[in-house]
């Protein structure tokens, strides 16, 4: 539930694509519509945020949602 309210506020501030980075729960962002990413293909500012650079390990999974728009 808490991912769906996440998702709907993002979509409501214009948010098209949400980034993660996760070690443990692939699965489950999968089956909420995540796709497994290359970290080499993540946009700049994403690639240069802390948890890119040097928070989360490089063995993180990296993923992807491109949100649907209601309107």
Known sequence: MLLDVIEQHARA???VHLHL???TASAFFSRHGYGAA???SA????AA???FTSLCPANASYLVKTL???A
């Open 49 to 51: 945020s802390r948890e």
């Open 38 to 40: 290359e970290r080499q």
């Open 13 to 15: 501030v214009g948010i």
């Open 68 to 70: 649907a728009s209601y």
């Open 21 to 23: 980075l996760t070690t």
């Open 43 to 46: 946009p700049a500012a994403i």
